[in-house]
């Protein structure tokens, strides 16, 4: 294991977010707020940083898959530890393990919060926990291999532990160029979605926040009642268009600005996921319609829903928990489901559902043709029996990590919906789910081994399981 | 006319003797000595030992003054230079090539350009065609379109319990007095002729109709055979061929089984077809044929490369119910044997391209040639020139000799069975029907 060389690449990440923490720090100025618990961040980050960089200096550059397991696992700690400061630092604001909470909610773009009133919070404060969505939606390692030429040709090792996804697409040959075309429409959509909600009517701090937290699938509010605060219907259609950008895989976007939007159209897996959209839109349209209503409220708010869970954003407009059982049966399917493969978005993913039912179906296929020679295709082409294996030991792993979460909440005193909907909504990365953590409660109430445990399941979630689960193997550590 | 063959195969022997017979000189040229002393022997054609691939042995045979060449060797490599020789060097009018592989006729029609006397065959696209076409009409052996699909010639082997058992042909026409239905050709006890009104109809006998398409099913009805009980195809052998039919039918959105005994070629044929049921096995294992449903199906089409395996598999789906079975049999021996076993057709890919061959190979004023079972009997469609001998008067004075039908004739837009009253108009177009000893009168009583 070239362990100098992992220490090496955490220090320079150090140093970049200490780089990202400014932004706050300028904001803080800006509104005249505190800037001391900002100060501090940076100096320690720098400060820790410079040592790594300095003392580990590697001779070998070379990354085997193990070391970017390590490396991708302990970038997402150490940037959530870190990021975990200026909440700890900020007067009256976190307790350690509510900071700890709130950051990976963050970086891993879940949106679950344990701050119960956000209008307490300085605003620099608002922006940085934004931030740090937006940061952690694109993945805070492309964005290294993106700007830092430090990777060489080990970054795709990194990569496929970031983005690992059933297939690692490269829309251009060099992989840092595949990185900046993705960081770039990244980038683009966010501006865009800024300028859309200015022109919407919100100012300029809260549409910046709103739009880092919808392009990542993130889900802070700078509000306590979420999205829904605002009563606005073009701002709700505006954030729901967005959302669906964000959960649609960054791969098609590219297609479609290099001029190839006609493959897109085919593509399998969009057509599922707009599928799935649509149908689980009708389906809450006609469980929670209610005479009396405008039935363009009800399809505004089924449809926002849909998307917010779907792309695992977890924005809120209404709260589900008043919605019928047969409702919030779907919410919890959704909660499950995710957006596709490549995208911001978190879940067990489209295209892994799609192969998985595909896979299926070859199964009874050749339990009644015996004899009959039936592989799965996707878009054409024949799927890997590995690759399929693979999609099938990820379920097994994401429903057991699941499982052990919701096990951990319900030792804890709490009733079976509430621990099942909060470890999904935290492996999946949505942010809200059902009981005591709905749409407009909070994490607070949970004991600190909880949070722990839901940050971790945060972790395993945004990583896709097999980055982290990798390090509970002994032969991991092994020589 | 002098005709340079290239290959002294099934197809490039056949081709060169009936060309022959048509009464054009040609050249066969050929690389194995021992079939060149063979062929000199069977066939009234000059022959030429070399590779015809190069330019040496093509002038030898030749070739500056040659009307027309035909590349008929066993490669597609092969194949593709001799022609390219023909057509680029030495500027021959007309040129037809053998081309299996759809991807060489690409590179082909780049190279040649868009110049219709420069033809490319694919032997087995025609066998995919033939059986397509042969499908929707259970119990046919042969079906060929004529004008544009108005007028079919369709075989069928009269059963003993068919309704036709005993008619004279001449009571046909008041079977069905709307649309065209009449007998071209019959064999009878091994023998082909081409029938007249007093004829009649025998259990036991091959006998071709010539049919408007919407009669086609009453035809059938009439003959006693009937559509499977699903609409459904089975295809023995995941070869060229095979895979090309699965896509077609795939195409008409009729459900496809492919039986493939080798494992990898049964995984690409999985990986390139769609909807079809891809099993892997043996088509001669009659317990598998029975598990995946071989009774039930419309049509089996056996394309193995094996062609007696072929035969064996379209017998045992015979036996277990399949209604409608195809061989693909080269062999002609092979397919004489068989004729009646009751496999319903038999597709010869080698005999199908020799036929194609002749159809462009036929100049003038004939449109298309047709040869039916055996070759004993061919069709022919062509216009007619205001010079022939046909214009000059009624049908009945003409004194065509025996074994020559005018069979239809296409006025306006209709599709007419002439009497002998009639008499057909310059520029007509015509269906006539002769036995191959007849063949070459053709042209004489067309063009004069």
């Known amino acids: 294991m070239n362990s100098r060389f992992v220490v090496y690449l955490l220090g320079w990440l150090l140093l970049m977010e200490a780089g990202f923490v400014c932004v706050p720090l300028l904001t803080a100025a800006l509104f005249g707020e505190s800037i001391k618990p900002y100060v501090m961040t940076i100096m320690i980050a720098v400060i820790a940083g410079a040592v790594l960089v300095q003392f580990f200096r590697p001779s070998d550059r070379h990354i085997r898959p193990r070391e970017g397991f390590l490396v991708v696992g302990g970038a997402w700690i150490a940037v959530s530890l870190l990021g975990a400061l200026p909440y700890i630092l900020t007067p009256g604001a976190l307790g350690a393990v509510d900071a700890f909470f709130e950051s990976v909610s963050g970086f891993t773009t879940t949106g679950s919060t344990v701050i119960g009133d956000t209008t307490v919070l300085p605003r620099s404060l608002l922006l940085w926990r934004a931030m740090s969505q937006w940061l952690g939606g694109m993945g805070i390692i492309l964005f290294t291999i993106a700007i830092l030429p430090l990777l060489g040709i080990g970054g795709m090792q990194l990569f496929k532990a970031e983005v690992p996804g059933p297939v690692a697409d490269k829309v251009q040959p060099r992989l840092a160029n595949t990185a900046r075309s993705l960081w770039g429409i990244y980038v683009a959509l966010t501006a865009l979605e800024w300028l859309c909600l200015r022109v919407a009517g919100l100012d300029t701090f809260e549409a910046l926040c709103h739009s880092f937290t919808t392009l990542a699938t993130g889900g802070f509010s700078t509000r306590n009642a979420s999205v829904g605060e605002f009563g606005s219907a073009a701002v709700e259609w505006i954030v729901i268009v967005f959302m669906l950008a964000a959960g649609i895989n960054f791969v098609l976007h590219y297609r479609v600005l290099v001029g190839r939007g006609k493959e897109v159209l085919r593509d399998a897996e969009l057509r599922y996921f707009l599928g799935v959209v649509l149908g689980f839109t009708v389906y809450f349209v006609l469980t929670v319609h209610h005479a009396g209503d405008r039935i363009i409220d009800t399809v505004r708010i089924s449809a926002f829903q849909t998307v917010s869970l779907l792309t695992t954003t977890g924005y809120a407009t209404t709260d589900v928990e008043l919605w019928s059982g047969a409702a919030q049966l779907a919410v919890i399917v959704l909660l499950i489901l995710g957006g596709m493969s490549g995208s911001t978005g978190g879940g067990i993913k489209s295209l892994r559902t799609l192969l998985a039912v595909r896979s299926l179906r070859a199964t009874v296929h050749r339990l009644i043709h015996p004899h009959a020679v039936r592989p799965v295709k996707y878009a054409g082409v024949v799927v890997e029996d590995s690759v399929l294996s693979g999609i099938w030991a990820f379920l097994t792993a994401y429903f057991l990590i699941a499982i052990i979460g919701a096990a951990v909440v319900a030792l804890a005193g709490y009733d079976v919906l509430t621990a099942i909907s909060a470890s999904l909504t935290a492996i999946g990365n949505v942010g809200p789910g059902l009981g005591e953590v709905g749409s407009y409660d909070n994490f607070v109430h949970f004991p600190g081994f909880v949070k722990i445990t839901l940050a971790v399941c945060m972790l395993f979630g945004r990583l896709e399981i097999f980055t982290l689960l990798a390090w509970f193997s002994p032969e991991f550590w092994r020589r | ?448």
């Open chain 2, 1 to 448: 006319m002098k005709v340079i063959v290239v290959g002294g195969g099934l197809v490039g022997s056949t081709l060169a003797e009936r060309i022959a017979s048509d009464g054009h000189d040609v050249v066969l040229v050929e690389q194995s000595r021992a079939l060149v002393s063979e062929l000199n022997d069977r066939f009234d054609v000059q022959v030429v030992c070399g590779n015809g691939a190069t330019v040496p042995v093509l002038e030898e045979a030749g070739i500056a003054t040659c009307d027309m060449l035909l590349a008929t060797t066993d490669s597609d490599e092969v194949n593709m230079v001799v022609a390219l020789v023909g057509s680029e060097i030495f500027r021959v009018p007309k040129v037809i090539t053998r081309l299996r592989h759809s991807g060489h006729e690409v590179g082909f029609r780049r190279i040649v350009g868009d110049n219709a006397q420069r033809v490319a065959i694919n032997p087995e696209h025609a066998a995919v065609e033939k059986i397509l076409s042969l499908m929707p009409v259970p119990g046919a052996v042969d079906v060929v379109p004529f004008f544009e699909g108005q007028l079919v010639i369709a075989g069928f082997l009269v059963r003993p319990k068919s309704e036709f058992n005993g008619l004279l042909l001449s009571h046909l026409r008041l079977l069905f007095p709307g649309n065209p239905v009449l007998v071209v050709a019959m064999r009878r006890d091994g023998e082909w002729r081409v029938p007249h009104g007093e004829d009649e109809i025998r259990a036991g006998d091959l006998v071709y109709f010539a049919v408007d398409p919407v009669e086609l099913d009453n035809v059938m009805a009439l003959l006693g055979h009937r559509h499977g009980k699903e609409r459904r195809v089975m295809i023995a052998g995941a070869t060229r061929i095979g895979i090309q039919l699965a896509h077609r039918l795939e195409d008409q959105k009729v459900p496809v089984t492919l039986v493939e005994p080798g494992r990898a070629e049964a995984e690409s044929a999985a990986a390139e077809l769609e909807s079809t049921t891809v099993i892997h096995g043996s088509p001669t294992d009659r317990e598998l044929l029975g598990e995946e449903g071989a009774d039930a199906v419309d049509g089996f089409v056996a394309c193995t490369d094996n062609h007696e395996e072929n035969v064996v598999a379209c017998l045992l789906a015979r036996k277990l119910g399949a209604a409608h079975t195809f061989a693909l049999v080269d062999n002609p021996a092979l397919a004489s044997l068989i004729a009646d076993l009751g496999i319903d057709a038999v597709i010869s890919p080698r005999l199908l391209s020799v036929g194609v061959a002749l159809h462009f190979a036929r100049t003038g004023n004939v449109k298309r040639v047709a040869a039916l079972l055996d070759d004993a009997v061919e069709a022919f469609e062509a216009v007619v020139p205001g010079t022939s001998r046909l214009v000059q008067s009624p049908l009945a004075q003409l004194g065509l000799p025996r074994g020559i039908l005018v069979a239809a004739v296409q006025r306006g837009d209709r599709i007419i069975v002439p009497g002998g009253a009639d008499r057909i108009q310059p520029g007509e177009r015509v269906l006539i029907v002769t036995t191959a000893a007849m063949t070459s009168r053709i042209d004489d009583i067309l063009e004069r």
